[in-house]
Every structure is written in C-alpha cells, then in structure tokens.
Nanobody, 115 residues
C-alpha cells in the first residue's frame, strides 16, 4: 500500500521560509519521479514541482521557480520542498504525490503565509 506522509507546514510571514518533507513507503521509491502539488481553498490542485527518480532533474511551475527547491533522499525514502520568499498566494495545502495531478497523494500539510 502506497503511503505518503507530509510534514513541516505552518504559519509564516511573507518573505519567510519553510521546509516540507514527505516520507514515502509501499512502492519502489528510488525508481519513481516524485511530485509536490498544492491546493488553495476553492481552487483546483496545482502542480508545483517534480524531481526525477535519481534527483538529477528538477522542474518547477512558473509561480514558484527561483523560490522553491525540491530534493530527495533515496536512502531514506524522503522528498523535500524548501520554500523561500513565501508569498500570501503560496497559502495552500501541500501534498507530495506520485504523479503531477496528485491523484495519489498524502493527507497534506498546511502552509499559511500571512502577517
């Protein structure tokens, strides 16, 4: 059974930083690309970032490029999202997922950017 458990969310002021982590199990983690997606209240799920199975390639949506950094630790089956220069529009429930649509994702971790 695929399990994805996100952590690290919280309340942060605009311009601040947070680091999200996701612990994965139940599938061959090191052979799969991994994804972060987010969903703001009343909006569709939005793809945020992708990392290749070996960590050598990273991709970002235009809205977070230059501010977020995705990484992974295959030895520990974890994927991380370092978020910097946070904006109010980054407020959302953040999920790690096994695909870009988030059809298979964890329960999420809430990120709230507010002064």
């Amino acid at each position: 059974e695929v399990q994805l458990v996100e952590s690290g969310g919280g309340l942060v002021q605009p311009g601040g930083s947070l680091r999200l982590s996701c612990a994965a199990s139940g599938f061959p983690f090191r052979s799969r690309a991994m994804f972060w997606v987010r969903q703001a209240p009343g909006k569709e799920v939005e793809w945020v970032s992708t990392i290749s199975n070996d960590g050598s390639r990273q991709y970002y949506s235009d809205s977070v490029k230059g501010r977020f950094a995705i990484s992974r630790e295959n030895a520990n089956n974890t994927v991380n999202l370092q978020m910097s220069s946070l904006k109010s529009e980054d407020t959302a429930l953040y999920y790690c997922a096994t695909d870009a649509t988030g059809s298979q994702r964890g329960r999420g971790t809430q990120v709230t950017v507010s002064s």
